[in-house]
Every structure is written in structure tokens, then in C-alpha cells.
């Protein structure tokens, strides 16, 4: 996205989109250059003028799906295998 307002001093700059603030101008709260997180009033920007995005698009997955499906068949081998073996006196786990 890029920030056309006139007097904004990124004015022509494109930036990474990280989240939205609703309300009746709504803020855009973007990545600049230098890496720290702002908030640009989305009028100042060509953000409405791009097609139909609702949302960033950019979205950052919290678990790889490999990982998971790896620990999904674990899960169930540990199901299958039933209680392991405890040593005397020690409660089953």
C-alpha cells in the first residue's frame, strides 16, 4: 500500500500493511522502513483504490502444518499403544 497524502513525509512510500483499527476514518497501522509499527489515517493512502482487500494479506501462521499433522499421528500412535508401563509404586500416568 502506498501513502499519497501530500503532506505525509512518506508521501510515495509503499508499506507493509500489519493490522486495521476501525472507526470512521479508519487507521491502518503499517510497517515503515525503518521497521517500527504507525498508524496512517487509511484516506491517506491508495489502500481503498486496491482491489477488494478486506484484510492484510499477508498472514503470519502460528504452527507449520507439518508440524502438526507429525503430532496428530503421534497422538494417536500414543492412543493406540495404550498406558506404558510403570515402574512399582509409581502412579500410571
Request: proline fraction near 10%; hydrophobic fraction near 35%; charge should be neutral.
Amino acid at each position: 500500500m502506498t501513502i499519497t497524502h501530500p503532506h505525509h513525509p512518506l508521501r510515495g512510500h509503499r508499506v507493509q500493511i500489519v493490522r486495521i483499527r476501525r472507526g470512521a476514518d479508519p487507521d491502518l497501522i503499517v510497517r515503515l522502513p525503518s521497521g517500527l509499527h504507525a498508524a496512517v489515517a487509511m484516506s491517506w493512502t491508495d489502500y481503498a483504490s486496491l482491489p477488494a482487500l478486506d484484510a492484510p494479506s499477508t498472514t503470519t501462521h502460528l504452527l507449520d502444518i507439518d508440524g502438526l499433522r507429525r503430532a496428530a499421528d503421534l497422538i494417536v500412535r500414543l492412543r493406540q499403544d495404550g498406558p506404558t508401563s510403570t515402574t512399582e509404586g509409581d502412579p500410571p500416568s
